[in-house]
């Protein structure tokens, strides 16, 4: 199937700092990602979807100042947690879809562990 | 995306079938029937979806009832690699928001 990659799948950093996670389509062009978040023991939330070319559409509750979301090319979507703080502390998820039709699955990457000191 | 309901935990014994059931009573005439896990600190994994017949791939076989309410997720040979998290989502697929509920715990014991 295709293939979704996430980098880095892991990442430290200092409160204050921003930290960029790309996401790659590897064989297929995607012209929307769609980035999630997931807290432990909680289910993953849809954040923003990320739109090749135009700005991304963020969900009710999700800062757009904060989480900046980049779609330069049909290959790659990158989320920057911009000022980031303990409590962005979490496992970020991205998804694409290999066609804009329907009947098609989305595949996630393997994910971010951004871990926040 | 329409509401889903699943059993919040469920154990399987290895070698078992294991069957996952799923509500989705409002599922919508474009709507799919898409499955989806997760194991531990990894992303979601595509099984398997459906519309409105039966579906079997090599991961698992679903069984989606007439009138669509409900479906069933029938993992044949459960093996201990199988211990995840199991979304039942209802969606149309390709570039919709595909929206998480909380899914069932499935643990596989030896």
């Known amino acids: 199937g295709a293939v979704v990659s996430q980098h880095p799948s892991r990442v430290i950093c200092k409160s204050g700092t921003s930290v960029k996670i790309e996401c790659r389509s590897l064989?297929?062009?995607?012209?929307?990602m769609f980035w999630y978040r997931q807290f432990p023991k909680q289910s993953l939330m849809l954040m923003a979807t990320?739109?090749?070319?135009?700005?991304?559409?963020?969900e009710q509750g999700v800062e757009k100042d904060k989480f900046l979301i980049n779609h330069a090319s049909l290959t790659l979507s990158t989320l920057t947690v911009t000022s980031a703080h303990p409590e962005d502390s979490s496992f970020y998820i991205c998804?694409?879809?290999?066609?804009?039709?329907?009947?098609?699955?989305?595949?996630f990457g393997q994910g971010t562990r951004l871990t926040v000191v | 995306d329409a509401k889903t309901t699943q059993p919040t935990s469920m154990d399987c014994a290895e070698g078992r079938a294991a069957n996952l059931p799923c509500n989705h009573s409002?599922?919508?005439?474009?709507?799919?029937v898409y499955w989806y896990r997760q194991i531990h600190s990894q992303g979601p994994q595509y099984i398997i979806h459906?519309?409105?017949n039966n579906e079997t791939n090599e991961m698992a076989s679903l069984i989606i009832t007439e009138d669509r309410k409900s479906s069933t997720l029938i993992l044949p040979h459960a093996t201990l690699r199988d211990t995840a998290v199991y979304y039942c989502?209802?969606?149309?697929?390709?570039?919709?928001?595909?929206?998480f509920g909380a899914g069932t715990t499935v643990t596989v014991r030896a």
């Open positions: 998804s694409a879809s290999s066609s804009a039709a329907s009947d098609t699955e989305a595949f």
């Open positions: 064989d297929f062009q995607a012209t929307t």
């Open positions: 990320s739109n090749e070319g135009s700005k991304a559409t963020y």
């Open positions: 409002t599922i919508s005439g474009n709507e799919y």
């Open positions: 459906g519309l409105k």
């Open positions: 989502i209802a969606y149309p697929g390709g570039d919709y928001k595909l929206s």
